[in-house]
């Protein structure tokens, strides 16, 4: 009997490897661990379609992970057994894919392979997962983050001919949003009275359409943005139904990010750069391959240099924990420590002076 009560037969020559088969089976089923050596026999495929069909994802995460699947996963293993795969091979497969790809999609498609093996293990066609023990590619480092000045970006947004641009990259800039979350924002989630913003919907981007989900992690969020800005955001919201985008297109559209980092953010960095005739160049010139997301990381140093502790940080920029700013933001928090120090110094050492003997 298997562990669903199920009889199976199996024959041997010998007496010995039949009782040793018998007391193999016996154990795995004591220590829950029976696998039925037919279930072996599905394929990889077939797995795989199980495992989309079940999952409960944003439809870009869907469309990637599909991508990944048809592309870089299923013309390897599609027809293959699970009983036939093999740490090996997952090497030799990971090996190839990292000489075609980058490591970053490298990465993202063994992590989706792992996973749906994981199934395998749940639903008992495996007895261990070849690929659990296997660590995924690294991806390389991107490159350094940027921080803007205060001054930086306040030149920056003034360089934009168009109002609404330039209020676009002062909240950017002033309350870490990421892209999606900011161009979704609308009239009524802005209160002025208390100045913060509720973050309850996103703007992504799948295959040129434009969908509207929830925030990162199904988390809705208050974030502060700064009194400054009320006459800009209120210029925007005046006379538009309550839940109309703060920030629009000249046509009243959905703002997409490489668009309007071509057209808009890029040419104001290079304004800001460009001397005056007669004038040197500048001596601190602003990288021209600044991204939106250098926003995000130049709110995270404005908030940490206004005395934002991490917790408060975390909230502001939406991440799961608070270990994750601390692994981003850790070094923006260097001058605190030497305050720190001078304190508990302090606190140690009251009655010293340096003239104490």
Known sequence: MDDQGRERTESFTRKIDAQKHVEAISANLHRGEYVDPRSGAQTFGALAERFTAGRTVKQKTASGERSLLDSRILPRWENVQL???????????????????????????????????????ADRALAKNPAKGMKAPRAKTSRDAVFLTVDQVHEIADAMPRAADAALMRFLAFTGLRWGEAVAITGDALDFDRHIVHVRRT?????????????????????????????????????????????????????????????????????????AEGEDERPDPIPTALRIHD??????????????????????????????????????????????????????YPLRTDDAA
């Open 83 to 121: 009983a036939h795969i093999v740490e090996s091979e997952i090497r030799a497969w990971l090996a190839d894919m990292q000489k075609e790809v980058s490591s970053s999609r490298a990465r993202q498609a063994f992590i989706l392979y792992r996973q749906i093996l994981d199934l395998a293990v």
């Open 295 to 348: 926003l995000r990381h130049t709110a995270a140093s404005v908030a940490i240099r206004a005395g934002a502790n991490v917790k408060a940080l975390q909230r502001m920029l939406g991440h799961e924990s608070a270990t994750m700013t601390l692994d981003v933001y850790a070094g923006l928090w260097d001058d605190d420590l030497l305050d720190l120090g001078a304190s508990v110094n302090a606190a140690a």
């Open 203 to 275: 703007y992504s981007e799948d295959a040129g359409k434009i969908i509207t989900g929830t925030p990162k992690d199904h988390a809705s969020r208050w974030v502060p943005f700064p009194a400054g800005l009320d006459s800009e955001l209120r210029a925007l919201v005046k006379g538009r139904p309550g839940a109309a985008d703060v920030f629009q297109t000249p046509a009243g559209g959905v703002l997409r990010s490489g668009n309007w980092t071509s057209r808009v953010l890029r040419p104001a960095v290079v304004s800001v750069n460009t001397p």
